[in-house]
């Protein structure tokens, strides 16, 4: 079965000012890989659909939802905080990567395709249940996993964030919930200053100090991630994929290869395959340095859909 690649031209048009990190050119930086490796002829592209107030709200509070809508610009740009603004496209961007995570589950558990990256911004981990954060909105892993609990009846749902911030949104909309399990590398202290104050059971978290490369991530999946995710028997993989602690990402100060991205997509796939019957949704998070962001994709995109 395929492997969806889903997107959306609303993705490209939101955009929080020249010189902002979290920019349009990240996603034509996939795109061109795609191209460049000639995965693109693997992959089944999908548009991704706007996000339903009833899914959202699976995760988000309706008033939460609403300030969203009350603070969408007709021109110009607005501030959510220091790091995350909107533009007049901006709220249909954050629908439609929320709602390529509910397309994402359904095309999967319908049958009809295998697992699917979603290409969309902005990204979602560091936003908490009724505030944006980090140039995020709406929480679209969390929205993934409460849709195939909610829509499709499964019980476990195992989240993956190997961004380089840790996913303090997820954690949050999460903590001591007995139906997600998410593991998470991060490097620490460093923003947000969070995930390692007494996390909660179903939280296994390994921060990784500035410097810390290929040896210290595959010791921390190894040690950590794969027992626990082992023990959980998820039933469905959701990936906060962040690619900002590559070694050419000067976002953070982690050196990730190209070939850990590969490397962790291999071992986390054996664990969807002896579990969850292959069932994996990934979620663009972070990656800024857009030629590494590009790559790393493709490497993880190369396992997702059974490719050498
Ligand atoms: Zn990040």
Request: hydrophobic share 45%.
């Amino acid at each position: 079965m395929a492997t969806a690649f889903i997107t959306h031209p609303d993705c490209l048009k939101h955009d929080m000012g020249a010189g902002h990190p979290e920019q349009p050119a990240r996603l034509t930086a996939i795109e061109d890989q795609l191209i460049a490796s000639g995965i693109d002829a693997h992959l089944q592209r999908y548009e991704a659909p706007l996000a339903t107030d009833e899914q959202l709200a699976r995760v988000h509070p309706v008033e939460y939802l609403r300030a969203i809508r009350e603070a969408a610009p007709q021109t110009g740009r607005v501030h959510l905080d220091p790091d995350t603004a909107m533009n007049p496209h901006t709220l249909d961007a954050a629908l439609r990567a929320a709602g390529s995570a509910v397309l994402a589950v359904d095309l999967i558990f319908q049958n009809r395709i295998q697992n699917a990256f979603c290409s969309v911004r902005p990204p979602g981990h560091h936003a908490c249940r009724a505030r944006p954060m980090g140039f995020c909105i709406f929480n679209n892993v969390a929205v993934a996993a409460r849709h195939a609990i909610h829509a499709h009846g499964i019980e476990r749902v195992a989240i993956i964030d190997f961004d380089v911030h840790h996913g303090n949104g997820t954690e949050e909309i999460f903590e001591a919930d007995p139906a997600v399990l998410m593991a998470s590398t991060f490097q620490h202290p460093f923003y947000p200053y969070s995930g390692t104050e007494m996390p909660a059971a179903n939280m296994v978290n390994v921060p990784l100090p500035a410097g810390a490369g290929s040896k210290h991530f595959h010791d921390a999946v190894t040690q950590h991630w794969l027992p626990a995710l082992d023990e959980f028997e998820p039933e469905l993989v959701v990936f906060s994929a962040g690619f900002d602690a590559h070694i050419e990402d000067e976002m953070a100060m982690l050196q990730f290869k190209d070939a850990d991205y590969r490397w962790v997509t291999e071992q986390v796939k054996a664990v969807a395959d002896r579990h969850a019957k292959g069932r994996m949704v990934s979620m663009l998070e972070g990656g800024y340095a857009l030629s590494a962001l590009g790559r790393s994709v493709v490497q993880h995109l190369r396992v997702l859909a059974g490719l050498n």
